[in-house]
Nanobody, 121 residues
Framework: QVYVVESGGGLVQAGGSLRLSCGASGRTFIELTMGWFRQAPGKEREFVAAISPSAGNTYYADSVKGRFTISRDNAKNTVYLQMNSLKPEDTAVYYC??????????????WGQGTQVTVSS
């Protein structure tokens, strides 16, 4: 079992920045691929970004490339999502997830409760 907890959401104006954090416990963090997903009202949950266990590989949705950066600190069992140049369409509940296999959306078994990000125009 892996326990995942997100923090750092909030309200920000368009063009602003936020950093989300996600802590994971219950299993060796270095073994986990970590991902961020989001779900806007009335929409399906979508992939945002992922990072391999060693942080050697990162993956991004086209909609956030160049604006969002995923990183991890294995010493702190924490993964981050730095979000810059935020747009109103980035408004969603953001979820952190952990995978013991790969980075693709279907491979995440453990999920956090989500944190709300609201971008005002």
């Amino acid at each position: 079992q892996v326990y995942v907890v997100e923090s750092g959401g909030g309200l920000v104006q368009a063009g602003g920045s936020l950093r989300l954090s996600c802590g994971a416990s219950g299993r060796t963090f270095i073994e986990l691929t970590m991902g961020w997903f989001r779900q806007a009202p009335g929409k399906e949950r979508e992939f945002v970004a992922a990072i391999s266990p060693s942080a050697g590989n990162t993956y991004y949705a086209d909609s956030v490339k160049g604006r969002f950066t995923i990183s991890r600190d294995n010493a702190k069992n924490t993964v981050y999502l730095q979000m810059n140049s935020l747009k109103p369409e980035d408004t969603a509940v953001y979820y952190c997830a952990a995978s013991q296999t790969g980075w693709r959306s279907s491979e995440y078994k453990y999920w956090g409760q989500g944190t709300q990000v609201t971008v005002s125009s």
